[in-house]
T-cell receptor
Framework: AQTVTQSQPEMSVQEAETVTLSCTYDTSESDYYLFWYKQPPSRQMILVIRQEAYKQQNATENRFSVNFQKAAKSFSLKISDSQLGDAAMYFCAYRRPGNQFYFGTGTSLTVIP | SQTIHQWPATLVQPVGSPLSLECTVEGTSNPNLYWYRQAAGRGLQLLFYSVGIGQISSEVPQNLSASRPQDRQFILSSKKLLLSDSGFYLC????????????FGPGTRLTVT
């Protein structure tokens, strides 16, 4: 079974600094998709960034970027120039070639002014 | 643009009572639909997903059931609620093309007393 592991239950970062959130996953598939979602206190799940496993280039969305290491099954999220609005729970997710999505247990990010 | 609605937003129900949570999607056809539960301080647990009308797949055997009576309507039900059914319930839909990202509704907070 596919599993997604986020080993950092909590992280903190100074405003304007950079922080990296870790995610590893277990799969025997070669074709899959990875995502990072943000859940602010409103609890609305917001898609932050996506990565197709067949693409070697790391995805980037403004201040958010990923470090995708397929062989190591690692998918970390880097947030640059952290802002107060980045404070939230961040979830890593894996989608297998079927229709199921699997989520990690989340990392709570605090941004210190 | 696509939007997803869930209701009610908040629900308090006694143990043993029935449950019906509704989710509807606008602006897309034949979406894949999902029900998740998020327990306090934890990640998302996939409960059910559907690839079409009347087609439901269950990920976790439990006290809940799901139905899809119309293309863009997804219902989560229970005949008799348990205390352990308390949580935050999220409905989501996903695109049918790569990268198959998911979009979430605002959620329903269910408290079983």
């Amino acid at each position: 079974a596919q599993t997604v592991t986020q080993s950092q239950p909590e992280m903190s970062v100074q405003e304007a600094e950079t922080v990296t959130l870790s995610c590893t996953y277990d799969t025997s598939e070669s074709d899959y998709y990875l995502f990072w979602y943000k859940q602010p206190p409103s609890r609305q799940m917001i898609l932050v960034i996506r990565q197709e496993a067949y693409k070697q280039q790391n995805a980037t969305e403004n201040r958010f970027s990923v470090n995708f290491q397929k062989a190591a099954k690692s998918f970390s999220l880097k947030i640059s120039d952290s802002q107060l609005g980045d404070a939230a729970m961040y979830f890593c997710a894996y989608r297998r070639p079927g229709n199921q999505f699997y989520f990690g247990t989340g990392t709570s990010l605090t941004v210190i002014p | 643009s696509q939007t997803i609605h869930q209701w009610p937003a908040t629900l308090v129900q006694p143990v043993g009572s029935p449950l019906s949570l509704e989710c509807t999607v606008e602006g897309t056809s034949n979406p894949n639909l999902y029900w998740y539960r998020q327990a306090a301080g934890r990640g998302l647990q996939l409960l059910f997903y559907s690839v079409g009308i009347g087609q439901i797949s269950s990920e976790v055997p439990q006290n809940l059931s799901a139905s899809r009576p119309q293309d863009r309507q997804f219902i989560l039900s229970s005949k008799k609620l348990l205390l352990s059914d308390s949580g935050f319930y999220l409905c989501a839909w996903s695109t049918l093309e790569s990268p198959y990202e998911q979009y979430f509704g605002p959620g329903t907070r269910l408290t079983v007393t």
